[in-house]
């Protein structure tokens, strides 16, 4: 897959808009009921709402409402994404049936409420309807953090799971610019994840590469400078090539499907975070990298 093979400048694929006022990204990119000590307790949707609605500094019938918002939106786009002609033959040739539990292994990327995830969701909803998605990304995760939360992985009986991890490893802190994890630890972790997969039966696993970060607009970003958090493109290059080296299982290069496109087009400001726009991007690459396994 190259960015030759994508398609037309993503604001032409969907009418959805980004924002960026601090309580829509909130929700869009917080999800509380995902933590272990949340999901452990098993607490009730009411409770996980307010836990979130109180992140997101906002109260709990608006956060429903912008929640409800971004979901509705989120599923419009997967529906376009099915119906888009250019995807027919990919679909027909994804190997999921409707009894398939797809779990998907991320940061926040993937938790992203309008993200590739939630497209790949509704897109199966139209394709391959009874297929259930769980979206078990976890914003700011780590290699090594999923390692620790994957027996959330596990207890949701996957027979797919889509991971797509490494961009929060090279995440610097401090003025120093500490990196969050050596490129040792990081591989150690992704070694560590795929006999974790491969321990659950009948559980088929895929790596997806993370896409580029853009390191200029990340250190312009209010909010990663209010946490004195930062990335480096070249430490993300880097990393994705021990991903590409190391990777025993089937892998979708989505790093390299975007690295050639100019990030006007595909990020949002903060220079991490894909646009709805990338969002809807990123699906089309996992669709036809899925489809191209035998």
């Known amino acids: 897959m190259t960015a030759r093979s994508l398609p037309r400048d993503p604001s032409e694929l969907s009418d959805l808009r980004d924002s960026t006022t601090a309580s829509d990204l909130a929700v869009r990119f917080f999800h509380l009921e995902k933590s272990l000590p949340l999901a452990s307790a098993q607490r009730s949707a009411a409770e996980a709402e307010a836990v979130n609605a109180l992140v997101a500094g906002l109260p709990s019938p608006d956060y429903r409402a912008v929640r409800a918002g971004l979901e509705d939106e989120a599923r419009t786009a997967g529906e376009q994404l099915a119906r888009d002609p250019s995807l027919r033959e990919a679909f027909a040739a994804l190997p999921l049936t409707g009894e398939d539990r797809v779990v998907l292994l991320g ?15 509704a897109a199966l909803a139209v ?19 999923a390692v620790s939360r994957f027996e959330l992985v596990a207890a949701a009986r996957p027979t797919w799971v889509l991971q797509m991890l490494g961009t929060n490893d090279v995440r ?20 560590a994840l795929e006999e974790m997969v491969a321990s659950v039966p009948g559980a088929r696993h895929v790596v997806l590469t993370p896409p580029p970060v853009d390191g200029q607009l990340a250190a312009a970003w209010p909010g990663f400078q209010a946490e004195v958090i ?3 493109g070249e ?45 809807r991007l990123i699906a089309e690459v996992v669709v036809r990298g899925l489809a191209a396994l035998h």
Do not use: F, K
């Not at 309807?129 to 290699?143: F, I, K, L, Y």
């Not at 979708?252 to 990020?267: G, M, Y």
């Open 127 to 145: 394709h391959r309807p009874g297929a259930v998605v769980v979206n078990n990304g976890w914003t700011g995760s780590t290699t090594q953090e």
């Open 172 to 191: 610097r802190h401090g003025r120093l610019r500490v990196p969050t994890t050596s490129t040792r630890e990081s591989a150690r972790d992704l070694r």
């Open 107 to 121: 940061d926040s990327i993937t938790d992203d409420l309008c993200s590739w995830g939630h497209l790949l969701s």
């Open 230 to 232: 930062s990335w480096d």
């Open 235 to 279: 430490d993300l290059d880097g990393l994705v090539a021990v991903i590409r080296e190391q990777a025993s299982v089937p892998l979708i290069d989505v790093h390299r499907a975007l690295a050639d496109l100019d990030p006007a087009r595909w990020l949002l400001p903060d220079g991490v975070h894909p646009s709805r726009g990338g969002q």
